[in-house]
């Protein structure tokens, strides 16, 4: 193909994409907050893997592993050209909006750079920062992917969290890939995507990939 031709075309798909849990499946704590936004469980026991890559888009440092982490990692917003995500990503209030001061956690330069569309049944304005917009939608999940389809403009659309709206998704049996990395530690108390993976083996193929960082990699395809 010549540096010039355009990307092969297909058809649209709805992915998870280095979605992190622990060995007994959690992947959030409870009781969010402004300071914690995971809640009782440290991210940080979940996502160094990530963190330690050469890719990892916060980096401030030289060096970082390369490797199937950092593949992931560099894969995140490939051909992606719109994000769903539920309301608890993006922010710690609940109910009605109080003012519409609150912008999400990730200040002036988000990191998604496409259409967001965030569901909540307290809908507020579209706002724009950077290359990033946020839509707010009371929508089933089929209709938000509807949108959010729309918005991608024929790339796929990355299905952000959290686990409760992936779970959401999974059962609508609305997700065509998902790539879950679990750590080797155990939460015991959280909320959970699953008792095990195999719940998934119904509907997916699964490949487990461990990583010299510690981490399992689950690749799942619909079958």
Known sequence: MSPTSPEPSGPQLLKVQN??????????????????????VDPGRLFAWAGATASWP?????????GLDD???????HHIGAEIMGRNKFAPLRGPWQDEEWKGWWGDEPPFHTPVFVLTHHPRPSFTL??????????????????????????????????????EFLDADLVDTLHIAVSPVELG??????????????RFHLDVVPSPSGVTHHLFWRK
């Open 130 to 167: 950077s290359d990033t917009t946020f839509h707010f939608l009371d929508a089933d999940p089929a209709t938000a992917l509807e949108r959010a389809k729309e918005a991608a403009d024929g790339k796929d659309v990355r299905l952000g969290g959290g686990v409760t709206t992936v779970r």
């Open 19 to 40: 979605f992190c849990v622990s060995a007994d499946g959690i992947a959030a704590g409870e009781d969010q907050t402004l300071e914690r936004p995971f809640g009782h």
């Open 71 to 77: 593949h992931l990692v560099r894969d995140f917003s």
């Open 58 to 66: 916060n980096r401030t440092d030289p060096g970082g592993t390369r």
């Open 189 to 202: 108390t959280g909320l959970r995507l699953w008792d095990t993976p195999e719940e998934l083996t119904d």
